[in-house]
């Protein structure tokens, strides 16, 4: 029952964080499941991941159905985080490890108050003046640069994608959210595709309840940030990701 009971809770938070910022659920179930279930952190990765596919996936339908879906510069972002995510996975497993763990927790925080302090009301001219072509190159040069990070340091790609897509190429923050979502789905399907391929299959258990209430919450969450006035909804993301930033850091110290 208590495992149950902290799959419930991590998945709330997930599907919060996916629904209203685009954030990758890892960066949320891992930590919990490592720290109050004792779980081996190779699976517990996996499960987040796997419960990030179907959340990531939802919310992006959501957001396309309200035309906060960029596909066209999506689908070039994405295949050049697929690519550099590999890069950056295979040059951390040859360099010394560094003190890099907190990155992603950091970046949750930072990029809340951003969003609380400075909103991103709508895009910027560098984006609505840019060419079809000018957008695919920096949807190019941008996604290798969010997949290395995230390869090398193995976490924080939710995070990297928003901050990328708001203040790098200029995306209003329900499009940055939109196309983060669509992005992570396909990620997240490879990434838990190839942990359970190498580690086996995870606590069933543990896996369905995360799946389904990241889903659940996800999906509300993602109705509500489409219906949302920007400022409103710039405000409310960066409150979820300050929260979330302060609960995984303490998730962390526990553990």
């Known amino acids: 029952m208590l495992k149950i009971i902290i799959c419930i809770i991590a998945g709330i938070g997930a599907g919060l964080g ?6 990758s659920a890892a960066a949320v179930i891992s930590p919990v499941l490592i720290t109050f279930l004792g779980m081996d952190p190779y699976m517990a990765v996996g499960i987040a991941l796997a419960s990030d596919v179907l959340a990531s996936a939802a919310s992006a339908y959501t957001y396309a159905k309200n035309k906060n879906l960029d ?3 999506g689908v070039i972002m994405m295949a050049a985080v697929l690519l550099f995510t590999t890069v950056g996975s295979y040059i951390a497993s040859i360099v010394p ?4 763990g907190n990155f992603s927790v950091i970046m949750t925080f930072l990029l ?3 969003f609380i302090v400075k909103p991103v009301m709508e895009p910027k001219k560098s984006f609505v003046n840019a060419t079809q072509k000018q957008k695919a190159v920096r ?15 193995g976490a924080g790609g939710g995070m990297m994608m928003l901050l990328v897509l708001t203040s790098v190429l200029g995306y209003e923050l329900k499009v940055a959210v939109g196309t983060s979502v669509f992005i ?12 359970f391929a190498i580690g086996g299959m995870p606590d069933v258990t543990a896996l369905v ?5 990241t889903l659940i919450f996800a999906q509300i969450a993602a109705y509500f940030a489409n219906k949302a006035e920007p400022k409103i909804l710039n405000r409310i993301t960066g409150a979820i990701l300050v929260i979330l930033g302060i609960s ?7 553990g």
């Not at 996916?18 to 954030?23: K, N």
């Not at 490890?97 to 890099?100: D, F, G, L, R, Y």
């Not at 309840?209 to 209430?213: A, D, E, L, P, R």
């Open 18 to 23: 996916t629904g209203f910022a685009g954030m």
């Open 71 to 73: 596909i066209k510069n």
């Open 97 to 100: 490890k560094t003190a890099m």
């Open 112 to 114: 809340g108050v951003k």
């Open 139 to 153: 949807s190019l040069v941008c996604g290798a640069m969010v997949g290395f990070i995230c390869g090398f340091v």
């Open 184 to 195: 992570m789905s396909i990620t997240a399907l490879t990434g838990s595709v190839s942990h």
């Open 209 to 213: 309840v995360c799946v389904i209430s």
């Open 248 to 254: 995984i850091f303490a998730v962390k110290m526990l």
